[in-house]
């Protein structure tokens, strides 16, 4: 079973900042995921909410910003003083460090409350432009978002995220399409997403932490797991040689 690293390494540096992104990029693990939303001057930055309250020392909405204004919080301490002064990474900076690597890349595109039309277009631009089109998985809660990755760049995977079980997901998944299925780990054990792995599907499960969890997938032919926790991760896997 694969690992990717949950909003970089996120347990032990602060998610979606470079710190993270390097932690990830340093193990010897398969993929990164991380999540992007538009500023208000038209740059894909990422970060996990839609405003930056949680994760930086600022107040707002991403929309209502420029990068520039962005830049002016810190990303880093509200995690630990140890990392006072990181800043809100471009999609071009997160993708610059793996680029030399063989992890895989899953951008996530979020659409919280508020939509960012062109969004797609401007992700895949990036992407093409640093010629990473073989190495990221471009996914989404918005499986319409999903639909026009399908469009726009038919060479690139795209993978719709469900939070719960989708009866007849397979046939979802065609219709969308998508070509992965990324699920959360209540739903990576029920009958349709079996189903679905045995017609084939790539499926990646989100969020796995806990070594008893990880264990449910042992056998299921789940392709990857998302995880906060990739060196405990990697430690599980290669004790049961999975
Ligand atoms: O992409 C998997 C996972 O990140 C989805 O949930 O809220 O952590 O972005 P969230
Ligand atoms: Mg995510």
Same mark, same amino acid.
């Given at each position: ?34 999540? =992007? ?8 930055? =990422? ?43 471009? $999609? +071009?900076? #997160? ?26 277009? $401007? ?5 093409? #432009? ?16 999903? #639909?026009?990755?399908?469009?726009? +760049?038919?060479?690139?995977?795209? +993978? ?5 079980? =989708? ?10 399409? #998508? ?25 990646? =499960? ?8 990880? +264990? ?27």
């Amino acid at each position: 079973m694969k690992i990717y690293a949950h909003r970089g390494y996120s347990a032990k540096y602060p998610e979606n900042t470079l710190a993270a992104f390097q932690a990830a990029a340093d193990l010897p693990i398969d993929g990164v995921e991380f999540d =992007v939303h538009l500023t208000k001057d038209g740059q894909v930055v =990422v970060i996990h909410d839609e405003s930056i309250n949680r994760t930086s020392n600022g107040v707002g909405y991403v929309k209502d910003m420029t990068l520039p204004e962005l830049r002016e919080f810190d990303y880093g301490s509200w995690f630990d003083e140890e990392f006072a002064g990181a800043e809100i990474p471009t $999609l +071009a900076e #997160a993708l610059e460090v793996f680029r030399a690597t063989n992890l895989r890349v899953n951008i996530e595109l979020k659409s919280d409350i508020f939509a960012y039309p062109g969004l797609e277009e $401007l992700v895949i631009q990036e992407v093409e #432009a640093l010629e990473m089109t073989d190495q990221v998985v471009i996914s989404s809660f918005d499986h319409e978002a999903v #639909a026009r990755i399908a469009r726009l +760049a038919p060479n690139v995977e795209n +993978a719709a995220l469900f939070v719960n079980t =989708v009866l007849d997901v397979a046939s979802y998944q065609e219709k969308i399409p #998508a070509k992965a299925l990324h699920v959360f780990l209540p739903s990576a054990v029920r009958q349709p997403v079996r189903e679905a792995i045995e017609k084939g599907s790539i499926v990646r =499960v989100w969020t796995v932490n806990e070594e008893e969890h990880a +264990a449910l997938l042992i056998g299921t032919g789940v392709e990857a797991l998302f995880t906060d926790e990739p060196e405990k991760m990697l430690a599980f896997i290669k004790h049961t040689s999975v």
